[in-house]
């Protein structure tokens, strides 16, 4: 069984700070790892992806991947109130077709 | 719209009847994915097109599940004898040669 494993949080945060999200895998193999943005009662959106170890930085938004460790990370810096969402990371293993696995998501509060 | 589009959005059914679910995917999007949310879960995958053949299916999706993507577009996800726990909100997606791009989702309660 392939996994993705998020802290459900919520993780709450002031306004203006940075938010950390984090996320392990289970697939030594994996190939692609996704961050997602899911407002409640919408659908997932694309934030972030990464495909090589480091950092990848997008405005406000910082991807990490340490794939010895296993773990994708998601920074948000100076953090607002409508970044308040899930935040789903996804994961595409090796081989086969392409499927994303989703971990069940961090819960983010951005409080003013 | 160039969006993935699904109907119905929302779909209140009682348990033992059947349901059907359209998704429209981009239109140069060949393929074409079902995936299943419920409550305090992350998306949980159900099955995969690449034009009209379902090439995954997850073992999730039980013999009450049925898929289909004729010709290649628009796909129907239909649930037969519903059951209480097929409550969730069933995401498809699409994507061409990049990222997954998702629908807004049909929520389906069973009563």
């Known amino acids: 069984q392939k996994e993705v494993e998020q802290n459900s949080g919520p993780l709450s945060v002031p306004e203006g700070a940075i938010a950390s999200l984090n996320c392990t895998y289970s697939d030594r193999g994996s190939q692609s790892f996704f961050w997602y943005r899911q407002y409640s009662g919408k659908s997932p959106e694309l934030i972030m992806f990464?495909?090589?170890?480091g950092d990848k930085e997008d405005g406000r938004f910082t991807a990490q991947l340490n794939k010895a460790s296993q773990y994708v990370s998601l920074l948000i810096r100076d953090s607002q109130p409508s970044d308040s969402a899930t935040y789903l990371c996804?994961?595409?293993?090796?081989?086969?077709?392409?499927?994303?696995?989703f971990g069940r998501g961090t819960s983010l509060i951005v409080h003013p | 719209d160039t969006g993935v589009s699904q109907n119905p959005r929302h779909k209140i059914t009682k348990r033992g009847q059947n349901v059907t679910f359209r998704c429209d995917p981009i239109s140069e999007h060949n393929r074409l994915y079902w995936y299943r949310q419920t409550l305090g879960q992350g998306p949980e995958f159900l099955t995969y097109f690449q034009n009209e053949a379902q090439l995954e299916k997850s073992r999730l999706l039980s013999d009450r599940f049925s898929a289909e993507r004729p010709k290649g577009s628009f796909s129907t996800l239909e649930i037969q004898r519903t059951e209480q726990g097929d409550s969730a909100m069933y995401l498809c997606a699409s994507r061409d040669s990049g990222e997954l791009f998702f629908g807004e989702g049909s929520r389906l309660t069973v009563l």
């Open positions: 996804a994961v595409r293993a090796s081989g086969g077709s392409y499927i994303p696995t």
């Open positions: 990464i495909y090589s170890n």
